[in-house]
Structure formats: C-alpha cells, structure tokens
C-alpha cells in the first residue's frame, strides 16, 4: 500500500540515506540551485542548515488525491458544489481535463507536483520543474521542484473554498470537518489541513518541504 511522508528537512539531510559524503550532498544541493537560477533567476536560492528538519507526518494517499481532485474540479468549474471524491480519487476523471494538455492556473503547484518525490523549496519559482538524476546503476529518478511559499498561498486560497479554517488540529478525531459523515468533502479537508500545518511550519523555518511516496507494509 502507497502512503505519502510529509517531511520538513533540509535537502543535504533527505539526501543522506542514499549518499552518504556531505560533500557530494552539498554538490548536488548547487547543482539543483544553479539549474533552477537558469529557469527562474537568482531568486531561486535558499540557505540549508544540516539539522534543522523535523520528523515526518503520514498523508493518507486518499486524502492527498481528494484533495487534487477537488482542486482540478474548482479548476474546471468554478466551485465544488457536486463533487464527489470517490473510493479511488487517484483515478477521478477530472484529472483528464489536465492530462489533455490544461494546465492548473489556480493551483498549479498542488496539482502539477504530481511524483513520487515533490520537493517545495522556500524560494520563489514562477513554476513547477520537473528534474531527473542518475544512480550509479544508470537508472532514472523523476522529481517535482515548486516553491513551498506558492504551495501555502494555494492551500490558504482553497480552505477559503473548502470552509476549512485555519488552525485545526488533523489529528483531532472529533473534528467535524473530517468527519465523513458531517463533511462533504472531509478527506479532502483533512488532507489539506495537514499539508497546510507542515508547510506554515516549513516556510517558517526557511526548510523545505518535501512530500514522497512510500510503500508500506499491509498487516
């Protein structure tokens, strides 16, 4: 079963269980900032302090597709009066409006960092990048890069649509926004209060964000 880590962590330390030289981490932390400069400018530069990260939060992967999806469905139709999530909201057919070549122009770094490792840096970036490394065995890593302030503002903008408020606890059971059978769209909300929680909390520490797939074992 896939589930998402939300994680707030300086690149150099996210890096360290598959390169272990600090000096290699530090190579490529310039590498990733010098490509991002080309396609977005000096703003695309952040400072990294080994350390200063947190531990990781679960996203249920339903949640965090729910949330998506009721996005791309704002996206399309202007409000969510009749959307439904489903039991597989990974496969909701919104989500072919964009595969058709649309792109998300209200929430575009929620939608389009779509991989199984999004990075959201606390830099500006006008877009969502998508960037590939090699291993040692030649074979191909796809990763998204959007920049964490973007992500919050998009997430602050939705729980206005969503009627979320701010400051909710998502491990709060009791609370009737994620209750199923009170909210309409409670995965959807309980989704985008975490994901809204773990990036105030990263922006404010100037340490990216970084959401990755996991698989777990069932039992």
């Known amino acids: 079963m896939i589930q998402y880590q939300v994680v707030i962590t300086p690149l150099i330390d996210f890096w360290s269980d598959s390169e272990p030289s600090s000096e290699l981490r530090a190579q490529a932390l310039d590498n990733l900032q010098a490509a991002l400069v080309e396609v977005a400018g000096e703003g695309a530069r952040w400072e990294e302090t080994a350390g200063t990260g947190g531990s990781p939060a679960t996203l249920d992967v339903a949640a965090l597709y729910a949330l998506r999806a009721a996005a791309a469905w704002y996206e399309s139709h202007g409000n969510i009066d009749d959307f439904e999530a489903s039991d597989a909201p990974w496969d909701h057919p919104i ?38 490394e090699h291993d040692d065995e030649g074979y191909e890593d796809e990763f998204a890069v959007g920049s964490l302030a ?55 520490a100037k340490v990216p964000l970084i959401l990755y797939a996991v698989e777990l074992e069932e039992g």
């Open 95 to 132: 989500f072919d409006t964009f595969d058709e070549g649309a792109r998300a122009q209200l929430f575009r770094h929620l939608l389009e960092s779509d991989a199984e490792v999004a990075m959201f840096l606390p830099c500006e970036l006008p877009d969502v990048y998508f960037l590939s």
């Open 150 to 204: 973007t992500l919050l503002r998009e997430l602050d903008t939705f729980a206005v649509v969503l009627q979320v408020p701010a400051g909710l606890d998502p491990y709060d059971s009791d609370t009737p926004a994620f209750d199923q059978d009170v909210a309409a769209h409670a995965s959807a909300n309980w989704g985008l209060t975490l994901l809204r929680r773990k990036a105030h909390q990263a922006l404010k």
